[in-house]
């Protein structure tokens, strides 16, 4: 029979250990980068960010080495005209709707996307996706959200994206799975297999890859987060009626098991049928975690925040590579989404929530951890430093979650580790 996997013996797990809490400078990317991966979840979604050149720059570079399709994004450019007050940057925006929505029948949802620019001067994005919603219907759905880095960390901006998608789905009463998560396609289709295989169904998708498709939510919808960032979606669906069913993140072999067995469970499986469904991919993920993980056994590991992923990863790291956390940093800990994975990691990191990047920095260096896992702007002067380091935002635009891609996640670890090791093999010759 499946089992969970074993929680740590008499350390209890770390859901109640205390939390750091600071608050000062902080290093991270602005929610417009979710951007980049939406889109091509969404196929007939565009994405208006209003902003400024800056913000148009930023997607344009993410964008640029990360994707070759045609762009279901751009930049709605605010002047200083409209900085300084003196247009009407609501006027300015609806020519520009007007235009892209003339020119791009296939759009059929449209996200205008605040950014600080926007939100510094106040302009009224929701105001103007009412506005535009009533001028455009049926046909064409206009949303908005917030992608502003003023409050933000980047993966807020998927977040903010999918919430803004729950007021308007229609009501169902049918009990249902939704699994809530922009997931690469791949990625997608074997968490679907495996829970079709236990006879689970019907299982939706949120975001559906067409404003069409049969998604819905009511009070018999029970959902399932593969993401641990989606605090402000997760508590939009609770509002609909919608149920969560809470889980560890399908991270490595024993996350992948736990989240599927917590759905097994919901659903009434049986444990023969669960057992049969997931043994020999269970065995594969556990082959291809011990292979990637050889050079990460004993290796310690400091997560500062920013892709929200932390905790989840650093139970993967801890439990199935081996390795210990000295700090896990994570922007926000919302003990109701990363309270599973909390319960089964072992006390002794240090956790932190939000950040004083001077001050974590010290803490850091006084580590000397085997890797830092950090954003793009600290890795660079931290290799310059001697440490290793992993930037988090590959993470996310890397395929990580379920059995297939277990190997993988422990893979993209340990290849910093031994590219460290080989420059210092170098050196020393
Ligand atoms: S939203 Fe803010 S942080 Fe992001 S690119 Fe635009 S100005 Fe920069």
New binding site residues.
């Given amino acids: 029979m499946t089992q969970l996997p074993r929680l740590p013996g008499d350390s209890g797990g770390c859901r109640d250990t205390p939390i750091l809490k600071q608050r000062g400078q902080r290093e991270v990317f ?1 929610g ?1 980068t979710g951007i980049i991966w939406l889109h091509r979840k969404m196929q007939d979604a565009f994405f208006l960010v209003v ?2 050149r ?2 148009a720059h ?1 997607l344009q570079s993410a964008a640029g080495v990360m994707i070759f399709a045609e762009p279901r994004f751009g930049t709605a450019i605010l002047e200083e005209t409209d900085l300084a007050g003196l247009a009407d940057a609501q006027d300015e925006l609806d020519r520009e709707v007007d235009r892209l929505l003339a020119r791009r029948t296939d759009i059929k949802q449209l996200f205008l996307v605040g ?3 926007s939100e510094v001067i106040k302009l009224d994005l929701q105001r103007a996706a009412e506005r535009l919603t009533e001028r455009y219907a049926p046909s064409v759905r206009v949303l908005n959200y917030s ?4 409050e933000t960390t980047f993966t807020q901006g998927e977040d903010a994206c999918l919430a803004s998608m729950v007021p308007v789905l229609p009501a169902t009463e049918a009990r249902e799975l939704m699994l809530v998560g922009a997931l690469p396609d791949v990625v997608e289709e074997q968490a679907v297999s495996l829970l079709v295989q236990m006879g689970i169904g019907p299982v939706r998708v949120l975001p559906a890859p067409r404003r069409d498709t049969e998604l819905a939510v009511g009070q018999n919808t029970v959902f399932a987060l593969t993401q641990p960032f989606l605090g402000d979606t997760h508590a939009a669906l609770e509002r609909r009626g919608a149920r969560h069913i809470p889980a560890p993140f399908p991270f490595g072999e024993e996350g992948t098991t736990a989240w599927l067995r917590a759905i097994a469970d919901e659903f009434g499986v049986p444990d023969a049928v669960f057992e049969s469904v997931t043994a020999a991919p269970r065995a594969r993920a556990r082959r291809a975690v011990a292979q990637a993980a050889e050079a990460l056994r004993g290796k310690s590991v400091f997560f500062f925040p920013d892709s929200q992923l932390e905790i989840p990863l650093a139970r993967f790291l801890t439990r199935e590579c081996g390795m210990d956390a000295i700090e896990v940093g994570a922007p926000f800990i919302h003990k109701g989404i990363v309270g599973p994975d909390l319960d089964m990691m072992s006390r002794g990191p240090v956790f932190s929530e939000g950040q004083d990047v001077d001050l974590q920095l010290d803490r850091c260096r006084a580590a000397r951890p085997d890797l830092t896992v950090c954003g793009l702007g600290l890795a660079n002067p931290l290799e310059a430093e001697g440490l290793a380091t992993k930037w988090a935002i590959e993470l996310v635009f890397t395929p990580v979650h379920f059995y297939e891609q277990a190997g993988d996640l422990a893979g993209l670890f340990s290849r910093p580790i031994r590219r460290r090791d080989a420059l210092r093999l170098e050196a020393a010759e």
Avoid: D, N
């Fill in positions: 602005c417009l902003g400024s800056t913000c930023l950014s600080c620019p992608g502003s880095g003023i």
